[in-house]
């Protein structure tokens, strides 16, 4: 039986200009809604054909605001998405929503449209943060909106980013202290991350702020696993918590490897040995469309060794971590091949990570340096 699917749909709208989305995928003017629901549609129609006799386990809406796609079109695209391919059962629906109250007014409308999960973007429960970051919502705004998803949807879940500027330990632990009060059974919490090219950067740079050092961050991520395992959510990511049962289906299929169909302008997806790319932009990504029935920009043949690399640098992200004799016979290769043992020998030794037969996993100490272990360990 062939293993299930994950669909990743891709709107491509925002509201106006944020610092988070690429400036192409903004609105420019009214956005036809009609052209768009028959262009990821056939986008859609596409996939389904290379990816027949597979179901679906999971369905993602992301990208720039998908929580203000109408409804209608939600429903058209779920309806559609169980045509082509069929449900598992239990199938996990989820979109994004930035929470506020316009978005939130759609809420039980999506809930009717077959969407069962909503994960929303607070980002942080402190108005300054809330700023510094660029988010339009204030906290009064944010909290009304989860409100009204726990209301609607089954499952819910958000996300913090902590290791902000000027950041102490006792404020987050009140911060995060609040955010489990509230009784969702999943959380995101990321800590900030500097990328090159983003405002932060420049902020950076122009001594307007001073990022947390490795020591603050690495205290910060220690109390966010205690505070987090102690109330039933522990980490099955580096940066995802959960209850038991309540992890997300759909992220765990990119973290596992799993194939994923990715459509809608900028998408990527994952098909057997082809990874595939959307048109970014918009417009691109209708002309492909007319000319072709699909919005594809790449699809490239991945060879085996590349393919155990993307999955070994994904895998080593879950507590689970990877069954490394399982994954070297899915790609032909040999564990040798795939790991340098010395460097995992050195890691092991000062206890970063373990090879229980036959998972080899990062351990919780070593979570926060994986950045610095993958490299290391991973021979391709």
Known sequence: MNPSLALYIHWPFCVSKCPYCDFNSHVRGQVDQRVWLDALLADMRHEAALTQGRTLGSIFFGGGTPSLMPPATVEALIAQAEKLW???????????????????????DLAKAGVNRVSL?????????????????????????????QQHFGRVTFDLIYARPDQRAKEWEAELARALSFGTTHLSLYQLTIEPGTRFATLVRQGKFTPADDDEAADLYALTQDMTLAAGLPAYEISNHAAPGQESAHNLAYWRYQDYAGI??????RRRTKATQRHKKPENFLSAITRNGNG???????????????????????????????????????????????AFTKLRDIGLIEYRKPQLTVTPNGMPLLDAILPEVVNL
């Open 296 to 342: 594809l920009a790449h699809e490239d043949t991945l060879d085996s060794r590349t393919q155990a690399m993307e999955a070994l640098l994904m895998g080593l992200r879950l507590r689970e971590g990877i069954d490394i004799d399982a994954m070297a016979g899915r790609f032909g290769l040999t564990s040798q091949q795939m790991i340098d043992w010395d």
């Open 264 to 269: 809608g302008p900028g998408a990527h997806g």
């Open 121 to 149: 973007g607070l980002q942080a429960l402190d108005n300054d943060a809330l700023e510094f970051l660029g988010r339009a919502h204030d906290v009064d705004e944010g909290l009304a909106a989860l409100g009204t998803a």
């Open 86 to 108: 069929g449900f598992e059962d239990n199938i996990e629906i989820t979109l994004e929503a930035n929470p506020s109250s316009v978005e939130a007014a759609r809420f039980a």
